[in-house]
């Protein structure tokens, strides 16, 4: 489980370096979201021999999407944030034809 959070979590990151470089080239898009890697480390002398950690990130964050669709954020439509973030998901969308979808954006 551990190996293929790491996977998904560096595999969007990716995407993320990909749809950076392309709206560098629209004059004004500003700054696009980062994804920040998340790390593997083998701990073989405890129970559960794998973990992943992250940089700790401090502050109030903002869902601009999520995964379940149980929750509405307005804030993703109402900010530029929001609105960057949405892009970047239907670009992977696009991007991928239909087989990756990138949710649980929070900033």
Same mark, same amino acid.
């Given at each position: 489980?551990?190996?293929?959070?790491?996977?998904?979590?560096? =595999?969007a990151r /990716?995407?993320?370096? !990909?749809?950076?470089?392309?709206?560098? *080239?629209?004059?004004?898009?500003? &700054? %696009?979201?980062?994804?920040?890697?998340?790390?593997?480390?083998?701990?073989p002398s405890?129970?559960?021999?794998? =973990?992943?950690? /992250?940089?700790?990130? !401090?502050?109030?964050?903002?869902?601009? *999407?999520?995964?379940?669709?149980? &929750? %509405?954020?307005?804030?993703?439509?109402?900010?530029?944030?929001?609105?960057?973030?949405?892009?970047?998901?239907?670009?992977?969308? /696009?991007?991928?034809?239909?087989?990756?979808?990138?949710?649980?954006?929070?900033?």
């Amino acid at each position: 489980v551990r190996v293929q959070e790491c996977q998904v979590q560096n =595999a969007a990151r /990716e995407y993320a370096k !990909l749809y950076a470089a392309e709206a560098e *080239s629209l004059e004004g898009f500003g &700054e %696009v979201p980062e994804i920040i890697p998340i790390f593997l480390i083998r701990r073989p002398s405890r129970p559960i021999p794998y =973990a992943t950690v /992250e940089e700790e990130l !401090l502050g109030d964050f903002v869902k601009y *999407s999520v995964r379940d669709g149980r &929750e %509405v954020n307005f804030l993703r439509r109402d900010s530029e944030a929001g609105q960057k973030c949405c892009t970047f998901q239907h670009w992977v969308y /696009e991007k991928t034809g239909g087989n990756l979808l990138v949710t649980d954006l929070q900033g």
